[in-house]
């Protein structure tokens, strides 16, 4: 094996022990490199440790640098690791402190850095449970159209709820504007509750008690949904001639191609 070949083993590969014991090392370090920048952001330790945090920035920078070039280097397909998922992110996670020579502040920007301990999904092999993940976006997709249903019928709630509490409320109450009502609308009935805005007379209490209320519902309802269409997904046999789901638990034939289940 040349350099190159052995460098893709242990930096691309994941079922090797060097592959994995290199994953590991590199979460670590990413860690490790988020933590410093947290930190960096809390101005008492910043103010006692601001060269030791700078020095510990560009040595993770200098790292993930040399890191970055070797997959560079190394990669079977350079253009595809360039634009990949993966890809990106390794530049994003450096260029930042690059760019802070130039423009002060950007540093912060290197907290990008903990999108890359997704890598620890190579060395658990949670890739394995890839039926899984795949039933769920199905579960997604399936449920998409009445979800989408329920939220423009949620949206329309919101603008109705909002115009009443702007002509019950009124300026002088904080309620400036239909939009602002909306936004009123959406924090109460999500059950967030900021307060910054709040009726005073009792007929808007009154309907904003009926709004609270409601929430409840909001919550439930896409909950119920997405869970419908997971049960579905298990408990559904999959053809294995022509590979349609959706049969009954109890189905022996495929309704679609006729081929036995």
């Known amino acids: 094996m ?30 490790v490199s ?11 330790i910043h103010h006692q440790w601001k060269v030791e945090l700078a020095a510990a920035e560009w040595f993770f920078t200098g790292l993930f640098t040399l890191e970055y070039l ?5 990669a079977q397909n350079r253009w595809r690791y360039l634009f990949s998922f993966y890809g990106l992110v390794d530049l994003l996670s450096i260029i930042p402190t690059y ?13 990008v850095r903990i999108l890359r ?21 199905q579960a997604i997709i399936q ?5 989408f249903v329920f939220f423009a019928s949620l949206l329309g709630l919101v603008t109705v709820f909002g115009a009443l509490m702007y002509l019950i409320e009124g300026p002088e109450n904080g ?40 929430g409840y519902s909001v919550i439930a309802v896409p909950t119920g949904i997405l869970t419908n269409e997971l049960a579905k997904q298990r408990y559904s046999k999959t053809c294995p001639s022509c ?19």
């Not at 083993?9 to 079922?15: A, E, V, W």
């Open 2 to 31: 040349t350099l190159k070949d052995k460098l893709n083993d242990i930096i691309f590969g994941y079922s090797t022990p060097g592959g994995r014991a290199f994953d590991l090392c590199l979460i670590i370090a990413i860690v």
């Open 34 to 44: 988020v933590v410093a920048v947290m930190l960096d952001s809390v101005a008492p």
């Open 70 to 74: 070797a997959r560079f280097y190394c």
């Open 99 to 111: 760019l802070a020579l130039l423009v002060p502040g950007a540093s912060t920007l290197l907290i």
């Open 117 to 137: 301990v997704l890598r620890v999904f190579r060395i658990l092999k949670l890739m394995e449970y890839s039926n899984a993940s795949q039933r769920l976006v």
């Open 143 to 147: 449920s998409g159209p009445k979800i």
């Open 175 to 214: 309620f400036t504007s239909i939009p602002r009502s909306m936004y009123w609308a959406i924090v109460t009935m999500t059950t967030v509750g900021y307060g910054d805005i709040s009726p005073h007379t009792p007929l808007g209490q009154a309907l904003a008690s009926v709004v609270m209320l409601l």
């Open 243 to 261: 590979g349609r789901e959706g049969h009954e638990p109890d189905s022996r034939f495929c309704r679609h191609c006729g081929a036995r289940l």
